[in-house]
């Protein structure tokens, strides 16, 4: 699109189209922006009426355009874009009128260049100088004539005599003539140099004999040396190495890539034969001893806790030394217990020979330990797990600016997450993470140089060699992933890419590199971007991050219409962001006196990141853990106990105040498991002026699911959406419909159009009243609850999106759901889309998830001492999961932004005996309480949501957050059509709780109730306590006996159904709701639990 005129605007966005003809606010005023449905068209945007119409501008074949006007108009073809748009000045050519007045496009201001940073290397610049015009032959004569001078008089002053005199003659004479011929075919825009061609071939001409008669030996020895063959596999193809057409270059770099080959395999094998290659069978985790206290009749007595992950198994001794006759395998454990009061104490659940289920409640020296001692054990369930495919991984996020300086002798700290702010514990040192994602900004070094660094210091730490899935650089900006090796058969569709945002959005000394790909049944996505400095230009990091959304192409391209914020399980986000702290520079020293006595609060609170998100300019949606360490840029180098923050230039003296530059964010679908273990810096890597940043996640992934069932006999599942009501911010004027996408369906489904209603406030109230009915590949629960709905709201006129969602299957595992999220397009809020949903599955129990494990419980009953023993002489009472449990301690919340894009509302509550949940364990369902884990697991006794705890480190869960959100879903839905009920209507909808924005992406909260007490039923001593982490997930129990039959239930007072008339709108109220479908078999999703009631 020729950008000299001024009604072109470019790649700019939808939205950015309707602010700008908004502000022009005179009918007729019209700009043409790139489309973003179809590559290489246009769209022509035209305001009248203060609404914008859309038309589509198309090439054809032979790259005429057309615009896709009114019916009955006759089509007319245009060679350019400026022909077109003088033909549509005159009126009655189709449009809603005329065009009138061109709207002119925003100057962006360019980002300066840095005097301190130097790029890498460019290429030779145009030989061309400024102020010779191309048209211009003699000048241009002149300018070869010049060059080929230059390059003469600079051979003259070379030593020649080391070459041979054929290539002497060959230099001098293409520096002499055929350099000015290459020049006249770049200037009529021959990108091949046949001169420059001519010469390679000629100095080149004993190497390329040589490389061919080489080339086949090493692919003869690379091919025996490839480990994924049998001995004697097949016959080795015949080679095409000598195949003359090929260039020197292309047999070089071939020949470079094999020898490099050759050693990683090389390198492989041998490690392998001395045991330090492979996964967790060679990877030796050491014993690890805790000291620990136990209360035996109120008085406390010292223990030792020995973890002995390789045999799993826990000795439990009373002397360091002592015996080790008592101990549990790792079968036996079968969960723990955080307490959330004490954060150093810690209740092991485990089963006796006798299969009597023992309670031992520990007192560990500090909450780090504690933290170590979870992780162990942890690592010693998933080591010793017979599931096939793992249902839970650890991911290692590092961002590093390294100044453009090599990296010291060891930084072996970085990936063991220690330093400042949340750290590991030592305990934890040679766990491995199953991924390790390192994105570095000003390297300097090579790729092969870094990535071999980065696994040297792996191997050391670990005993693993790890693979490369990965490596993408621009520039010195460089992303690395590098994986187990027991992993790399699980790993698809790897994809990278990178989006250059430097000075006029074509250098690439700022922008971002990408790579994405997919783990078994789960997609993983990882942003490394190094944004504009300077305090001053927030907006163009605002900018930056915009365009890196747009135009970085990852993940699954059959998800276009989505930016890569939906198409993603799990984003993170990482780099040099270099947003600063908003203080004034003469505040220098108050900041760094701040720091130094670790009160970050204030500082935070200006922080530019967190301010602008919480405006929802900037990672809408995203999560980032608390931060509790100093700032990481800008030090003195080699040291860490100074801040740089003046430097001296010749416009004056520049401050950089201390700031959090480095960050790492991440965003995840719904109700899925993801937890943040550690968030910290470095503070012995001091060769930068920043220092290396570090992130560790605890992540869920889905398995490449394979139905046990028999297709044939097997029930058809179904999903079934309906009565979705959209409110879009929009001028536009045109008719919308809904795509869905997903994995787990055969293709996308589109609905019919909706029925638009203007309101007042220029949003678009669009009701979809047509029930779709979607049909899943696998009907099993097992693969259908870990299975997302992707939703997007498109136009008619022109395709394209006008926001995106996605929807957890998850949430309507037992009942018809009604889900409220927010719609959203390129990192903007464009809507809000509510709808109900439910959810048709195949007989089948989802089985037990590794991460549910670990829970954290708020033990303000605790009828136990720790002495052990039956567990039926106690209750476990007022367990909760919280995620992301800081044991740093009081802490600053960093850029929470309270909407989470999400939130549902769950049919009637109805409470069941303590303990019914037992049976069932495995199977799942939806609370809206977040006292549930996504993998359906209760969450401990009966219990109200007032148990729901508030959290010092994230602020109150309770009534205080949600006490409003009952007002938010104004458009109720119709009842679930009888298609989908499986059993009797319930009496009436009590107690149904509001419609909840959750807090983060893959959590929720509640509304605080007043507690009731329940008395427990007694359970089988086989059935153990059943472990959940993660917040705003699922939770089981039998069906409820009616209220006037629970014992110990009071009748619920001034019942009514949320929704009485009076909010419903008149056209869409729907008739009264029948009672919910009750859940299959002996489950019910309604009671808040934690882990199995055991008495």
């Not at 006595?597 to 929802?616: I, M, V």
């Not at 009501?725 to 997903?742: D, Q």
Request: proline letters at 7%.
């Amino acid at each position: 699109m020729p950008s000299y005129q001024p009604w072109c605007h470019g790649t700019i966005t939808r939205s950015k189209a309707e602010d700008l003809l908004s502000k022009a606010a005179r009918d007729g005023s019209f700009l043409i922006r790139a489309s973003e449905s179809i590559q290489g068209a246009y769209a022509l945007c035209v305001l009248y009426q203060n609404c914008v119409y859309t038309y589509r501008i198309l090439p054809n074949e032979d790259k005429k355009l057309s615009v896709q006007a009114s019916e009955g108009v006759p089509i007319r073809f245009f060679s350019m874009l400026p022909e077109l748009v003088e033909a549509y000045y005159s009126p009655n050519m189709g449009l809603i009128t005329h065009l009138q007045y061109p709207v002119q496009r925003e100057e962006e201001m360019d980002e300066e260049p840095e005097s301190n940073t130097l790029p890498p290397q460019l290429p030779p610049r145009s030989f061309l100088p400024n102020d010779v015009k191309e048209s211009d032959p003699k000048s241009s004569e002149q300018a070869c004539n010049s060059l080929s001078g230059t390059y003469l008089m600079r051979l003259q002053h070379m030593d020649l005599s080391i070459i041979p005199e054929e290539h002497q003659k060959a230099l001098q004479e293409y520096f002499g003539n055929s350099i000015s011929l290459d020049a006249e075919q770049v200037q009529y825009g021959n990108p091949n140099l046949p001169g420059l061609k001519k010469l390679t071939m000629a100095i080149c001409k004993n190497l390329n004999s040589e490389i061919s008669r080489i080339l086949p030996v090493l692919e003869v020895f690379h091919r025996a040396l490839d480990q994924q063959l049998s001995p004697g596999f097949g016959q080795f193809p015949k080679q095409n190495s000598s195949d003359s057409g090929q260039s020197v270059s292309f047999k070089l770099e071939r020949l470079t890539k094999l020898l490099y080959s050759i050693e990683d395999k090389a390198k492989m094998s041998l490690f392998e034969s001395v045991g330090c290659e492979g996964g967790h069978r060679n990877s030796v985790i050491p014993l690890v001893t805790f000291e620990v206290k136990q209360e035996s009749l109120a008085i406390p007595t010292k223990m030792f806790l020995k973890v002995d992950v390789e045999s799993g198994k826990l000795f439990l001794k009373k002397s360091k030394d002592g015996p080790e006759d008592k101990f549990f395998v790792h079968n036996k454990i079968l969960q723990l217990v955080k307490s959330q009061r004490m954060h150093t104490k810690l209740v092991i659940v485990a089963e006796s020979e006798k299969e009597k289920v023992l309670r031992k409640e520990f007192t560990f020296v500090d909450t780090k330990k504690r933290e170590g001692f979870c992780q162990l054990l942890q690592q010693m369930k998933n080591k010793h797990s017979e599931k096939p495919e793992p249902d839970m991984i650890t991911v290692f996020v590092g961002t590093w600016n390294m100044g453009n300086a090599g990296p010291p002798h060891s930084i072996d700290t970085w990936f063991q997450c220690k330093g400042q702010g949340k750290t590991r514990d030592d305990s934890a040192d040679h766990i491995p993470h199953d991924f390790y994602v390192i994105g570095t900004q000003e390297d300097p070094l090579g790729e092969r140089e870094w990535a071999d660094t980065v696994k040297g210091v792996l191997r050391k730490i670990t005993n693993i060699s790890f693979k490369q899935v990965a490596i993408h650089t621009l520039w010195n900006i460089r992303i690395v992933v590098l994986a187990k090796p027991e992993h790399e058969n699980r790993i698809s569709h790897v994809f990278s890419d990178s989006v250059k945002t430097g000075i006029a959005n074509t250098l690439g000394n700022k922008g971002a590199v990408g790579v994405s790909f997919m783990f078994n049944g789960t997609s993983f996505g990882f942003v490394n971007s190094h944004l504009t400095s300077g305090s001053e230009k927030k907006l163009r990091r605002n900018q930056n991050y915009t365009n890196i959304l747009r135009f970085l192409n990852l993940g699954d391209k059959k998800l276009n219409p989505f930016d890569i914020t939906h198409r993603f399980t799990h984003l993170f986000w990482l780099g040099d962001l270099n947003y600063r702290v908003e203080f004034p520079s003469t505040e220098a020293e108050y900041i760094v006196t701040k720091i130094k006595q670790q009160q970050y609060q204030e500082l935070l609170s200006k922080d530019q990141l967190n301010l602008e998100r919480n405006d929802g300019k900037v990672f809408l949606h995203f999560d980032e853990e608390e931060i509790t360490f100093p700032p990481t840029y800008r030090f003195e180098r080699d040291t860490r106990d100074k801040y740089a923050y003046t430097k001296a230039k010749a416009t004056g003296t520049k401050y950089n105040l201390p700031s959090w530059c480095d960050r790492v964010l991440r965003k995840s679908y719904p109700l899925v498991h993801v937890v943040c273990q550690a968030y910290g810096c470095t503070n012995d890597i001091m060769t930068s002026d920043h220092s290396p940043l570090f992130a560790s996640f605890e992540v869920g992934v889905a398995s490449q699911f394979v139905s046990k069932q028999d297709p044939n006999s097997a029930p058809q599942g179904g999903i079934q959406i309906m009565n979705c009501v959209a409110t879009l911010l929009t001028k536009s004027k045109t008719k919308f419909f809904i795509e869905y996408h997903s994995s787990c369906l055969e293709k996308t489904v589109k609905t019919l159009e909706g029925d638009n209603t203007e309101h007042l406030d220029g949003s678009i109230k669009v009701w979809f009243g047509n029930q779709v009915e979607l049909t899943p590949i696998i009907s099993d629960p097992e693969y259908l609850l870990d299975q997302h709905i992707l939703i997007c709201v498109k136009s008619t006129d022109c395709d394209e999106s006008y926001g995106g969602a996605c929807v957890a299957l998850r949430a309507a595992q037992f009942n018809y759901t009604e889900f409220h999220v927010t719609l959203t397009h390129h990192g903007e809020k464009t809507g809000t889309l509510t709808g109900g949903i439910q959810l048709r599955t195949s007989e089948g129990t989802p089985t037990e998830k590794l991460y549910d494990f670990i829970k954290i419980e708020k033990d303000d009953t605790v009828s136990s001492k720790g002495k052990g023993g039956d567990t039926n002489k106690f209750s476990v009472t007022q367990a909760h999961d919280i995620s992301n449990p800081n044991y740093i301690g009081m802490a600053h919340r960093g850029g929470n932004v309270v909407d989470k894009g999400w939130s549902y509302s769950m049919p009637p509550k109805h409470l069941s005996i303590a303990g019914q949940g037992s049976k069932d364990g495995k199977k799942g369902g939806f609370d809206v309480s977040g006292a549930r884990s996504p993998t359906g697991k209760p969450t401990g006794e009966d219990e109200k949501v007032s148990a729901m705890f508030d959290n010092p480190l994230y602020g109150a869960m309770g009534k205080s957050r949600c006490k409003d959100q009952d007002h938010q879903q104004k458009d109720l839905l119709a009842p679930p059509d009888p298609y989908f009920s499986t059993s009797k209507p319930a009496d009436g909808d009590p107690d149904r709780p509001p419609l909840l924005t959750p807090r983060h992406p893959s959590f929720t909260c509640s509304e605080a109730k007043p507690p009731t007490s329940i008395p427990s039923r007694t359970l089988a001593p086989k059935k153990p306590v059943v472990p959940s982490r993660s917040e705003g997930g699922m939770a089981v129990s039998r069906p409820p006996l009616p209220s006037k039959s629970r014992p110990g239930m009071p009748e619920p007072q001034n019942q009514r159904d949320y929704r009485e008339s009076s909010e419903l709108a008149s056209k869409h109220r729907p008739p009264a709701r029948p009672g919910q479908p009750l859940p299959p078999k002996d489950v019910h999703p309604e009671v808040p639990k934690m882990g199995r009631s055991v008495k």
